[in-house]
């Protein structure tokens, strides 16, 4: 093999291997992004499904308030 070839292969090699590396890279990248989505999906949902009680709550009628549960007047 000639030292132009063997060059030539060498780095043929190098630029694969720096891809693998970066591929590497991209799919951890991805999983993680999936993960977050999944993640914020969830949330989400979450916040939605409370929103949903509080208008039927709200919608039911007034609200009466336990007084046990106020504070106490200003002037106690």
């Given at each position: 093999?000639?030292?132009?070839?063997?060059?030539?292969?060498?780095?043929?090699?190098?630029?694969?291997?720096?891809?693998?590396?970066?591929l590497g890279?991209?799919?951890?990248?991805?999983?993680?992004?999936?993960?977050?989505?999944?993640?914020?999906?969830?949330?989400l949902r979450?916040?939605?499904?409370?929103?949903?009680?509080?208008?039927?709550?709200?919608?039911?009628?007034?609200?009466?308030?336990?007084?046990?549960?106020?504070p106490p007047?200003?002037?106690?």
């Amino acid at each position: 093999m000639s030292s132009d070839t063997e060059q030539r292969l060498v780095d043929l090699e190098m630029r694969v291997a720096f891809q693998e590396h970066a591929l590497g890279e991209l799919s951890d990248a991805l999983a993680a992004a999936r993960d977050e989505e999944a993640r914020n999906t969830l949330l989400l949902r979450r916040a939605l499904e409370e929103l949903r009680q509080l208008r039927t709550s709200l919608a039911a009628g007034p609200q009466m308030a336990d007084p046990a549960l106020e504070p106490p007047p200003p002037h106690y």
